[in-house]
Structures are given as structure tokens and as C-alpha cells.
């Protein structure tokens, strides 16, 4: 499945400042009993959900695609199903001070960009969202920098090989594809330390 | 040069490291279960690729698995349709790819965590990984082993490579002697109470010290288990003799000159004198009690005896508010003791500690005790081998005649997707690695702690220091 890539973009960012927000909050371990990637929306944050004064509950953050977390984002389990469920929600971006990661790697991995800004930006953003609840933020990849309403530009890390994947919509399994010279030589130079038997 | 322990096994691994790209790890062995494959599959069968190294993977059914007991017929029945769907699925994907899986109830299958240094699959310098974040586990050898996503699942099927920036090192020292009634869970919840469930990211944590060196290899799996809990994927522990006295005779061990060969390669790998980390932190097994979780992650710990931390006395507004959410939905009050709080089940089992020194520790406590009314206390061997070894030794019996309910071998309520789950607003002592909010079931309340405070709880139905209950009876052996 080879990406889209991620042009810049602007969104309404919903507030969610909340430390250490696990995978299984993202989407609880009843939703993994399946085979495919659908129908995963609906378990984003279900548990939370049933709560009527949580964030994603509020109208206003209809079709938002920003998401402001609390550090440490995503720790806890490595099921993918956390970002295919954000993404299948329709998040495109997770801003945090850090993040989980497993997590940050598996949103890589589903053009899903984890967006790492210092405390102080990532305080002034929730200040700013709770003066405008719809606060819109800009992103451009690109350039890795966020845009607030004030005009304030701020930058953001990204490794340079997932930018450039996640820019030209590369996917990582054909670039491994690219790399297989150098695998076939490590393999004739170490044999395999384990041999288990077939099916 | 000096180097640690996982810069050796990191550096060995490398296939290549082209400019401003990741490195290419090559993975000696590649475990997969039923929940994170399927899709794993699918990209494989998109694109007409195959599994690269069938003979380096190996699957079991362990998460959706349900642990009630067998019927009539010797079969563990699955009610649930999309668990059977799933289960289903991945014979159906092993089958087309030729690896080997153990299916529910057959002799070697159970969690992917226990089966592997069961079998011997698991050895001291390899590279592990496995779509579950408790991959740490079998760093426990001194093998770099870690969770990996779906798409990864897929790059190691397909190419027996992925892709990885190098992390950094984390020297955790443990110096001392535990006490009685303190043991290796106590240890790793210890850690993770002072580092925090952030602590490790982006570092592999390396475990040293002579409380480390006296564990066995149950107990180093314990806490190599939960060094995700701090946030760091990976965690490991030095191979030495009590490493390869484990391994020797396993199933797929090597043999005869091969194992000549493979220990004199394991006698390199410990880190070298004059090899430096990036970070250390250091603590005294010597005070170490036992410990207890008191809210929603692995790093709200405290020791058993101590009072549940007041929101007000917290400084930072972020953590205040954290603290102050899991409270409410602990229903804890603050400074409250935890000693004497009634628990509705115990729940003995999972990766962390479902091995059987684990089932005999729970068992050494309960022997001639009744579990307390109204507490349902489930014991969850981690595999069938374990199961068989626990039952020839008696161990069922201990149980059945204390009242817990003795199942077949899964991740059973450590992650509540297999029908084992706690009812909202239930408490538990869970020997398990989580207690994150509903994980244990929606609206379910999780306090982690160590086997023995498990056994000791579920015999008053309240929380109990296991050291008031090795008193009364003869020492035991704890580690």
C-alpha cells in the first residue's frame, strides 16, 4: 500500500492534555479481534467517549484533524491499530512534547505525523485553544514547521528518511526491496541461529 | 573499543547503514501471534511477496485466546466468533507460508513470551522481535528483543530486516539482597515508580548489579518484561551460567559442537569493563519492600505499606492532573493506606509472571489456605508446558483446593479480549504489567503486584503484605 503523501495543511486542533495517554485508551483491546483495518474508527477512544463532555464529543471538533496530547503519547502497547484508528477517525497529525516510541514509529509507518514541539509551545497552544476553542493550526511538513493563529512559526524534528518518505508517499517495505543485496550478503555470511521446522 | 552489552548484539546485526537513512537490523528470530498478523499477512498477499525465512518464525495463540477449561472432548471451545475468525486466520496464513504454529491447546502453544525460552528458541545475541510491546521479555538472554507494529510484522516476513535508528543505553543497577517476601516483580515496579513510564523512552535499559546476577531466569524475565512499562522498548540482562544452565536440553537449543560454539560466542557478549552508558540509575535491593500500583499506569507504585500520594502535594500542573484523574477512577482518596483495601478478584498469570517459579511462589502461600469469600482468583499458567509442570508437581491441586479457578494456558485477563475480564468498578491484584484504564475490562480497577502478594491477598480478600504471611509459616524460597 504506498502512502499519500502529506502536503501542507490546516486544521481546528482538539484539546487533549492529558499525560501518558496509552494505547489501550486510543482504542481498547476489544476492538483487536479483527482481521482487517476497517470499522476501527469507532473504537478511537471509546471508553472516553461514552463520557458526553469529552473532547471528541464536542461539535466543534467535528472533522478536526490535529490532535494537542499530554507527553508520552501513545506508550503502552504496540498495536498499530492505535494510528489506523486515529487515522480511520481522521487525524493527520498528533502534536505532544514527546511521544511512546512505538507509537511514533507505527504513525510514521500510516502518514499519521507526530508533531514534537518544546513545553512552552505546547503550553501556548492549549492557552490559545482554551481563548478560541477552534483554534487553526497550520502544517507543513516541508518545511517541518506548525503555524499558530498569531503568526508565530514553530519548527518541529523529523528525521530526514521519513520525511522524505512521508513527502513522496515512499513506503518503508519497497525501500527495504531496494536494500536487498546487502541482505542476501549477510545472510551467506551468518547462518540462520535458529531452524524451526515448517507448518 | 569498550562496548555494552547491547552495542555488541546491536552492531552484529547491522546489514547496512546508508547516509541520513536508518540502519537495517537483520532479525534472528521473528515470533507472531493472532492479533497483530492478519494485516501483517494481507500487504504480503497485495503484493505477491512471500515470508522470507520461514525456518526464524514461529506463531502461537495466546491474546484472543479463551483459558476456560477443556471439555469432554479435550478442546478448549472458542464461543466468540471473531477470536475463532481470527485464530482461523492465522493457521490459514502459516499454512500458506510454512511456519510452524502452535495452535490453541496443542502441547507447546501458549504466551508468546513464555513458549519462546520454553522451546530454547530464545538465546543469548540474537535479535527478537514480535508484534507485542512485551518482546522486552526475552532480553532477559541478552538478546536485543523488541515490540514492533503490524507494518514492521510485515518487513520482517517479507525481508528479515527493519529499519532502525540506534537508541541509547540505560544502565538500571541493582545492588544488594532482597528480603524475604520481596522479589523480582517488586524489583522492576521499584524502577519504574522512581524512573517514570516515560523514563526509558528512546534508550534499551541494561539491568546489572548482584541483585540482578542472584535472580534466576524467571525472575530476569519479570523484570526485563516490564522495561516497556518505562517506556524503553527493549531491556536486557548480561547471559552468564545461570543463562546457559536454562537453555542447555531445550528444544531448540544447540547442540553438541554447535553449543561448544554458541557458549564461547554468549561469553563475549556481557559488557565490557570501561564501556559507558548513557544514562544510569542505581537502587538498593537491601530496602526494597514490596511494592503495589495505586492508579492507572505501571509508575503510580509505591511500597505496599505506604499511603496513596496526595494530588495537592504535587507541584507540576500536568502531573497533578494525571494523578488527580486516576484517583477518581482508582476511587482512591488520597493518603489513604492500601493495606487492608478489599480486591473482588486476583488474577495470577501473564507474560510477567505466569512461569512456573512464579505458580510456585503463589502456591507456597496459599498451600492450606482457602481464598477469602467473594473473591474470584484466577491462576493462568503461561503455557501448556507450564501448565503440565505445575500439575505433575501439584500445584493445581493447591490451587483447586484453595478455591482458585486453575485455566488453560493464555494471556487470559492481563488484556481482557478472550472473555477473562473484570466487571466496571471491580478491584484486582493482578501479577500482569498494566493498569491502564479498562485494561483489565471496562470500567475493571488494577493493582500490579508480585505473585506472592497476589496469593497472600486473595487468601484475606484485602491487600496484604506477604511478609506478614512468610512469618507465620517456614521460609521460602523467593527468588
Known amino acids: 500500500m504506498i502512502m499519500e503523501p502529506i502536503k501542507p495543511f490546516s486544521s481546528v486542533a482538539v484539546p487533549l492534555p492529558i499525560e501518558n495517554i496509552d494505547t489501550d485508551q486510543i482504542i481498547p483491546a476489544r476492538y483487536l479481534k479483527v482481521t482487517d483495518k476497517s470499522?476501527?474508527?469507532?473504537?478511537?477512544?471509546?471508553?472516553?467517549?461514552?463520557?458526553?463532555?469529552f473532547v471528541l464529543n464536542d461539535e466543534r471538533y467535528k472533522g478536526a484533524q490535529i490532535l494537542v496530547a499530554g507527553h508520552n503519547f501513545g506508550c503502552g502497547s504496540s498495536r498499530e491499530h492505535a494510528p489506523w484508528a486515529l487515522k480511520a477517525y481522521g487525524f493527520r497529525a498528533i502534536i505532544?512534547?514527546?511521544?511512546?516510541?512505538?507509537?511514533?514509529?507505527?504513525?510514521?509507518?500510516?502518514?499519521?505525523?507526530?508533531?514534537?514541539?518544546?513545553?512552552?509551545?505546547?503550553?501556548?497552544?492549549?492557552?490559545?485553544?482554551?481563548?478560541?476553542?477552534?483554534?487553526?493550526?497550520?502544517?507543513?511538513?516541508?518545511?517541518?514547521?506548525?503555524?499558530?493563529?498569531?503568526?508565530?512559526?514553530?519548527?518541529?524534528?523529523?528525521?530526514?528518511?521519513?520525511?522524505?518518505?512521508?513527502?513522496?508517499?515512499?513506503?518503508?517495505?519497497?525501500?527495504?526491496?531496494?536494500?536487498?543485496?546487502?541482505?542476501?550478503?549477510?545472510?551467506?555470511?551468518?547462518?540462520?541461529?535458529?531452524?524451526?521446522?515448517?507448518? | 573499543m569498550a562496548k555494552t552489552l547491547f552495542e555488541k548484539v546491536w552492531d552484529a546485526h547491522v546489514v547496512a547503514s546508508p547516509p541520513n537513512s536508518p540502519s537495517i537490523l537483520y532479525i534472528d528470530l521473528h515470533l507472531i501471534h493472532e492479533v497483530t498478523s492478519p494485516q501483517a499477512f494481507t500487504v504480503l498477499r497485495e503484493r505477491g511477496l512471500k515470508v522470507r525465512r520461514p525456518q526464524q518464525t514461529i506463531a502461537t495463540m495466546d491474546h484472543s485466546t479463551p483459558t476456560t477449561p477443556r471439555g469432554l472432548d479435550g478442546i478448549i471451545p472458542v464461543v466468540d466468533a471473531m477470536a475463532r475468525a481470527q485464530l482461523d486466520q492465522l493457521v490459514k496464513n502459516c499454512q500458506e507460508h510454512n511456519i510452524r504454529v502452535f495452535e490453541l491447546?496443542?502441547?507447546?502453544?501458549?504466551?508468546?513470551?513464555?513458549?519462546?525460552?520454553?522451546?530454547?528458541?530464545?538465546?543469548p545475541g540474537m535479535t527478537i522481535v514480535c508484534g507485542d510491546s512485551h518482546t522486552s521479555t526475552h532480553g532477559a538472554f541478552g538478546a536485543l528483543a523488541f515490540g514492533i507494529g503490524t507494518s514492521e510484522v510485515a518487513h520482517v516476513l517479507a525481508t528479515q530486516t527493519l529499519l532502525q535508528y540506534k537508541p541509547k543505553t540505560f544502565e538500571i543497577r541493582v545492588d544488594g539482597q532482597l528480603a524475604d517476601g520481596v522479589v523480582a516483580k517488586d524489583i522492576i515496579l521499584a524502577i519504574i515508580a522512581n524512573i517514570g513510564v516515560g523514563g526509558g523512552t528512546g534508550y534499551v535499559l541494561e539491568y546489572t548489579g548482584s541483585a540482578i546476577r542472584s535472580l534466576n531466569m524467571e525472575a530476569r524475565m519479570t523484570i526485563c518484561n516490564m522495561s516497556i512499562e518505562a517506556g524503553a522498548r527493549a531491556g536486557m540482562?548480561?547471559?552468564?551460567?545461570?543463562?546457559?544452565?536454562?537453555?542447555?536440553?531445550?528444544?531448540?537449543?544447540?547442540?553438541?559442537?554447535?553449543?561448544?560454539?554458541?557458549?564461547?560466542?554468549?561469553?563475549?557478549?556481557?559488557?565490557?569493563?570501561g564501556a559507558t552508558y548513557d544514562r544510569q540509575f542505581t537502587l538498593n535491593a537491601d530496602e526494597l519492600v514490596p511494592m503495589i500500583t495505586y492508579g492507572t499506569n505501571p509508575g503510580m507504585g509505591m511500597p505496599i505499606t505506604g499511603q496513596v500520594p496526595d494530588p495537592a502535594k504535587v507541584g507540576d500542573a500536568s502531573e497533578k492532573a494525571g494523578l488527580e484523574k486516576a484517583l477518581q477512577y482508582m476511587g482512591l482518596q488520597p493518603n489513604q493506606p492500601l493495606l487492608g483495601h478489599p480486591v473482588d478478584v486476583v488474577f495470577i498469570g501473564s507474560c510477567t509472571n505466569s512461569r512456573i517459579t512464579d505458580l510456585r511462589l503463589a502456591a507456597d502461600m496459599l498451600k492450606g489456605h482457602r481464598v477469602a469469600e467473594n473473591v474470584r482468583v484466577l491462576v493462568v499458567p503461561g503455557s501448556q508446558q507450564v501448565k503440565k509442570q505445575a500439575e505433575a508437581e501439584g500445584l493445581d491441586k493447591i490451587f483447586k483446593e484453595a478455591g482458585a479457578e486453575w485455566r488453560e494456558a493464555g494471556c487470559s485477563m492481563c488484556i481482557a479480549m478472550n472473555g477473562d475480564q473484570l466487571q466496571p468498578g471491580q478491584y484486582a491484584v493482578s501479577t500482569s504489567n498494566r493498569n491502564f484504564e479498562g485494561r483489565q475490562g471496562r470500567g475493571g480497577r488494577t493493582f500490579l503486584a508480585s505473585p506472592l502478594t497476589a496469593a497472600a491477598t486473595a487468601i484475606h480478600g484485602v491487600i496484604t503484605d506477604p511478609r506478614t504471611m512468610i512469618r507465620a509459616k517456614q521460609p521460602i524460597e523467593v527468588n
Not at chain 1, 43 to 52: M, V
Not at chain 1, 105 to 117: S, T
Not at chain 1, 127 to 155: C, K, N, R, Y
Not at chain 2, 107 to 122: A, D
Open chain 1, 39 to 53: 470499522s476501527l474508527a469507532e473504537g478511537l477512544f471509546s471508553d472516553w467517549r461514552e463520557d458526553p463532555n
Open chain 2, 237 to 273: 540482562i548480561a547471559p552468564d551460567d545461570t543463562t546457559f544452565e536454562y537453555i542447555i536440553g531445550r528444544q531448540y537449543a544447540p547442540k553438541g559442537k554447535a553449543w561448544e560454539e554458541a557458549l564461547a560466542y554468549w561469553r563475549t557478549l556481557p559488557t565490557d569493563e
Open chain 2, 105 to 123: 491447546g496443542t502441547e507447546h502453544q501458549g504466551i508468546v513470551h513464555v513458549i519462546g525460552p520454553e522451546l530454547g528458541l530464545t538465546q
Open chain 1, 96 to 199: 505532544s512534547t514527546y511521544f511512546a516510541d512505538i507509537f511514533r514509529n507505527n504513525a510514521l509507518k500510516n502518514g499519521l505525523l507526530p508533531i514534537v514541539v518544546d513545553a512552552e509551545t505546547h503550553q501556548k497552544i492549549l492557552d490559545m485553544i482554551a481563548e478560541v476553542p477552534q483554534t487553526t493550526i497550520h502544517v507543513d511538513l516541508e518545511a517541518q514547521t506548525i503555524t499558530l493563529p498569531d503568526g508565530q512559526s514553530v519548527t518541529f524534528p523529523i528525521d530526514a528518511f521519513s520525511k522524505t518518505c512521508l513527502l513522496e508517499g515512499i513506503d518503508e517495505l519497497g525501500y527495504l526491496f531496494t536494500q536487498m543485496p546487502a541482505i542476501e550478503a549477510y545472510e551467506s555470511a551468518h547462518p540462520p541461529r535458529v531452524s524451526i521446522g515448517g507448518a
